[in-house]
Structure formats: structure tokens, C-alpha cells
């Protein structure tokens, strides 16, 4: 029988929150920094207080019970308004305060960190930012887990508890080598593409960017790669740059990378014209069980006015 007077910590909820979603006693204790004896004494005292059993334990795996299953977004709501009491206790006025670990795919956080960092200091001094740099995967695993508090990202995220933000669109442009004929034009169509005459280089798998270039491609009906063929992939855009400069064939980069990446002998842009639609979508996400809605608001805008600094198109936007 349960005990009507127990009540049970943030501590023994965390510990079943990261249980439940690792499904995995090992992984759960490292990420919490605590033993595995620990972290199993934390649970049996959280089920024995409840009376409920919310975790099946047995040599091959973790399994959350139906009742876990049912009391899980109730343990994360309750984290989060923990977390964001504290966060409000640091700086009533709603500002961010305190600690935020901020996720950013690897094709944005190069080109808008250097702008973005700077008006956090400047506009929020008393946060505490944490950069997280990898592929949406991984950063939509931490914003579930309670690792990431907010990630910037490309649309389509389509996960249930996740909110989306759009925060602004951004161009695609070729690059290609500086003797190629589309070196410098400003009026090319999706079907041109079909004639670049080299290969299209692309990100390595997991990488949002490469999905939404071979997306780009598929619905331009241009092919990539194909039977037998080998196809030169990378995990950076440095090294694509490189790899257009050296003559192995061209690519498309966001317009926020430009500056940074296309600066180097060896390369020549050249953009769709007006009416040609070739852009991805980035946008803020952060868990829907979350009430920090305002100050991701905050933060968002600081965020875009990053990227229109990183590009020079448009004036800042300020909060």
C-alpha cells in the first residue's frame, strides 16, 4: 500500500525520467553523474513510496510499465517547472538568467555563434550559455533527455513534446570552381542543376543539410550519385569547400556560410534568380512541457538578428 504522506524528490524523478528514456541503467547513471547502485536506490525508493512499479528490470533490457508509461510526461512537466522556478528565481523580470545550454546543428553554429554570443553578452549578461554542436539526431535526444534546454535547428522537426519556433529562411547558393561556367550568375533554375557537368558534393549521413540538398534535387529531378557510382561526402563544409576548389564538383551552402566558407581562392558563387524557391527553414525548439515560452522568445529574436548580421541582407532585429 502506498504511504499517503510521501512525497517524492526532484532527485528520485529525474533518476526515473532518465531511466525511462535511455532505457538503460548504465547510460542513465552517467548521465547523471551518480553510481549505478545509486541511481537503482533512487528508483526502488521512488516505486516503493508510490507502491507502483514503473521500471521492468531483467538482464537484456529496460522496460517502462504501462503505469511509467502513463506517470512519465508528469514527471518531466514536474522537472521542468523546477527548473524553470529556479531560472525565474534568478531573474524575476523573466529575462534568461542563469545557466542555458543552447543545441545548434553543425551547418548554423559556425556562422551565427561569433554575432550570437556577443549580443547575449551584451543583451543578457547575466545568462550563462553552453554550446552544444551536433546533428539534429543528437540534439533532439538532449532537448527529451533535459540536457538541451533549447536547440536551433532546420525544419521539419515533427516530434511530439517538441515546440517550433521558425525563426527565419535562408537561401541556398552554389558553389562551384572559379573557371565554371555558372561562376557568377544570378538567374539560375532548380533544372540547371541537371547541368553543372561534376559531381554535387554533399554533408555525410545525419546531417540535415545533405537531406534537404538531396530533397532540393529529388524534387528538380536531378540525380545523385547512382549504381556503383563513388560519391565523395564530407563532415564539414570546409572540407566540401576544399573539395570544390580542388575540382571534384560543386555543392550548396546555406547564405549564412558564404562569408565564411566561400572566402578562399579556387571558388565562385552563383544564385537562383528571385522567383526560384531553394531554401531551408531554421527555427527554435525547446520541450512543450516547458514554460520558458517568453524567454525563448527573447532569445529567438536574438538569434535571428544573429543571422541577418552573419548575411548583411536585412538590419538587425532587436528584442
Do not use: W
Not at 551547418?107 to 554542436?133: G, K, Q
Not at 537561401?171 to 557537368?197: M, W, Y
Amino acid at each position: 500500500m502506498s504511504n499517503k504522506e510521501y512525497k517524492p524528490t526532484l532527485a528520485q524523478l529525474r533518476t526515473f525520467v532518465t531511466i525511462a528514456e535511455n532505457k538503460h541503467f548504465g547510460t542513465a547513471a552517467q548521465k547523471l553523474n551518480i553510481s549505478q547502485p545509486s541511481l537503482s536506490q533512487a528508483l526502488v525508493a521512488l516505486e516503493n513510496g508510490l507502491d507502483i512499479q514503473l521500471i521492468e528490470r531483467s538482464t537484456r533490457k529496460v522496460i517502462v510499465t504501462s503505469v511509467g508509461e502513463m506517470l512519465l510526461p508528469y514527471a518531466k512537466a514536474t522537472l521542468d517547472a523546477a527548473d524553470s522556478f529556479l531560472n525565474h528565481a534568478r531573474g524575476a523580470n523573466g529575462d534568461l538568467v542563469g545557466p542555458l545550454t543552447i543545441g545548434i546543428i553543425p551547418t548554423v553554429a559556425p556562422y551565427i555563434l561569433p554575432n550570437l554570443l556577443r549580443l547575449m553578452a551584451d543583451r543578457l549578461p547575466d545568462s550563462r550559455p553552453c554550446i552544444i554542436e551536433d546533428q539534429t539526431k543528437h540534439l533532439l535526444e538532449g532537448l527529451r533527455d533535459g540536457q538541451v534546454d533549447c536547440a536551433i535547428m532546420a525544419l521539419p522537426i515533427g516530434i511530439n513534446g517538441v515546440n517550433e519556433k521558425k525563426l527565419y529562411d535562408e537561401n541556398f547558393l552554389v558553389v562551384v570552381p572559379e573557371d565554371h561556367r555558372f561562376a557568377g550568375r544570378n538567374d539560375l533554375t532548380l533544372s540547371d542543376l541537371h547541368d553543372l557537368g561534376m559531381e554535387l558534393l554533399l554533408l555525410d549521413d545525419g546531417h540535415c543539410l545533405r537531406d534537404q540538398i538531396i530533397d532540393l534535387c529529388h524534387k528538380s529531378d536531378v540525380a545523385i550519385g547512382g549504381p556503383g557510382t563513388i560519391t565523395t561526402r564530407a563532415a564539414s563544409l570546409s572540407t566540401v569547400m576544399e573539395c570544390v576548389a580542388g575540382g571534384l564538383g560543386a555543392t550548396l551552402v546555406p547564405a549564412s556560410a558564404v562569408p565564411l566558407e566561400c572566402n578562399r581562392p579556387g571558388l565562385a558563387i552563383a544564385r537562383f534568380a528571385p522567383s526560384v524557391t531553394a531554401k531551408r527553414t531554421i527555427a527554435l525548439a525547446y520541450r512543450g512541457s516547458s514554460s520558458r515560452d517568453s524567454e525563448f522568445e527573447k532569445f529567438g529574436q536574438l538569434v535571428e538578428g544573429s543571422f541577418r548580421r552573419a548575411t548583411n541582407n536585412q538590419p538587425d532585429v532587436s528584442p
